[in-house]
């Protein structure tokens, strides 16, 4: 198991470093360069090509494609993770400054989506065919269906400024920095990152569980005479839970690529809103590091799904 795992994560590497490479070629194929993208037009007219052409050698910008990849991926070997191209600030104190922000809306709705997404589709699953169903059902095909910015705007308009029991937007209230503040300002964002993963963990859970109750070993347990309640959490939730583990844990990814848009949305400082405002500027190192983020969350839940699925279930063979 030991050595399966280990080979598992030295795959992630040459993975890794292709999509750094396919990332770097499709911003080199952009149109311009950071320079005709954040210097000012006004200023930009009245700059001279000399001027210009230092400022592109300052910035390292004259050199071939491939010198700057690969000097940009030494210097990323020695834990050097450069400057932004836009605002010279150091990359590895604006990814520490706001990554935090984003694990921490990315795990809120994790939770927020367990909890409902699991309790709903348990009570769908027990109550077959009923109006809980029935509802439960209609609700995760508007969750699946309806873009997440779509919930953004409805609640701001709702909750926000028509009943103003939530910010607007924003990571914290300037000057207040405690926990309970940034919850509050967290709840509508996390909320809606949170409601398409509910949506389909809840049908995820109603299918896995149905088909449970209907295994012989669930017969086996009712017809001896126990509490139903206790089959159907100990024998029929329980098994149900590892095809629905294998779903969570690769959906952690989605969530933190997913915050680019609520981020966006609700003017939460994050990952999201770095990376967005990084790709319009044409910011080469900002880009890369954020892609090489949530490119890395998204290899790492894939190989912890494999491992997950081999320690819940005995019967997978790992070589």
């Keep these: 198991m030991l050595r399966y795992t280990i080979r598992r994560f030295l795959e992630l590497i040459p993975k890794l470093l292709i999509i750094t490479l396919v990332i770097f070629l499709g911003l080199q194929a952009l149109p311009g360069d950071p320079i005709t993208r954040t210097v000012p037009p006004e200023m930009y007219k009245n700059m001279t090509e000399a001027e210009l052409e230092m400022l592109r050698e300052s910035l390292g910008l004259n050199r071939p494609w491939y010198m700057q990849y690969f000097s940009w991926l030494g210097r990323i070997l020695q834990g050097n993770l450069g400057f932004s191209q836009v605002n010279g600030s150091d990359v590895s104190q604006m990814m520490a400054d706001r990554l935090p922000a984003t694990i921490a809306l990315a795990v809120f709705a994790l939770l927020i989506a367990n909890i409902l997404g699991l309790l709903f589709g348990y009570l769908a699953a027990i109550h077959k065919n009923s109006w809980i169903d029935y509802t439960n059902t209609t609700f995760s095909v508007i969750g699946i269906s309806v873009p997440e910015f779509f919930f953004g705007i409805m609640f701001i308009l709702f909750f926000s400024l028509n009943l103003r029991w939530?910010?607007?937007g924003g990571r914290m209230t300037a000057g207040d920095g405690s926990f309970w503040n940034r919850l509050h300002h967290m709840v509508l964002p996390g909320t809606c990152l949170a409601l398409p993963l509910v949506a389909t963990l809840m049908r995820f859970t109603?299918?896995?569980?149905?088909?449970?109750?209907?295994?012989?070993?669930?017969?086996?347990?009712?017809?001896?005479?126990?509490?139903?309640?206790?089959?159907?959490?100990?024998?029929?939730?329980?098994?149900?839970?590892?095809?629905?583990?294998t779903l969570l844990v690769f959906r952690l990814p989605i969530l933190v690529s997913g915050a680019v848009v609520i981020e966006s949305v609700f003017n939460y400082t994050g990952v999201g809103a770095m990376a967005l405002d990084a790709l319009s500027a044409s910011d080469i190192p900002v880009v890369m590091l954020t892609t090489m983020v949530m490119a890395?969350?998204?290899?790492?839940?894939s190989c912890l799904v494999d491992i997950l699925t081999a320690v819940l279930d005995p019967r997978i063979r790992l070589d």
């Excluded at 890395?296 to 839940?301: D, M």
């Design 166 to 168: 939530f910010p607007t």
């Design 296 to 301: 890395a969350v998204t290899l790492v839940a």
């Design 206 to 245: 109603r299918s896995s569980m149905l088909d449970v109750l209907n295994k012989d070993y669930v017969k086996t347990a009712r017809s001896k005479g126990l509490p139903r309640l206790t089959v159907n959490v100990k024998h029929g939730l329980r098994n149900a839970m590892i095809p629905v583990m």
